[in-house]
């Protein structure tokens, strides 16, 4: 007999089923409050985002223009990327709005609009830090 059948011919089927559900549904819950949350309010920030863009706004788009919002519908938006040119973008394309303080930029989480990322060293470029700084090289 397999050692997988008989732990099932021992456990003889006696307890509460719910009981042996518990580990999945823990399971699911966790997945929902990491995973699945986290992108629905995301998404609900982005869509509050695309319906407040106004004439005038600075934007970032998917691809990574930037530009100014010359005139927009429910579908496009056309951006002036430089002088004389103009591109049209789908809305639902603009990643987040530059440089208006009612709107969330859409910074990573912790950051305030204007500081440094964490982890970047700042002073001079020609200083040495940490270990190679003791190490003398």
């Known amino acids: 007999m397999q050692p997988f059948a008989a732990a099932l011919m021992m456990a003889g089927g006696s307890g509460n089923p719910l009981v042996s559900f518990a580990p999945i549904l823990a399971m699911l819950a966790i997945m929902y409050f990491l995973l699945l949350r986290p992108q629905q309010k995301e998404a609900r920030r ?16 998917v691809g990574g223009l930037y530009g100014k919002i010359l005139a927009l519908n429910e579908e496009r938006v056309s951006l002036r990327v430089d002088e004389g040119v103009r591109v049209e973008v789908e809305r639902a394309k603009i990643m987040r709005v530059v440089g208006r303080p009612d709107l969330p930029a859409g910074d990573k989480a912790g950051e305030k609009p204007g500081e440094k ?21």
Not at 46 to 61: F, N, S
């Open 46 to 61: 982005h869509q509050e985002m695309l319906a407040a863009l106004k004439k005038g706004d600075e934007v970032v788009t």
């Open 117 to 137: 990322p964490a982890g970047k060293a700042g002073g001079k470029g020609g200083e040495k830090s940490g270990a190679r700084a003791a190490a003398g090289s």
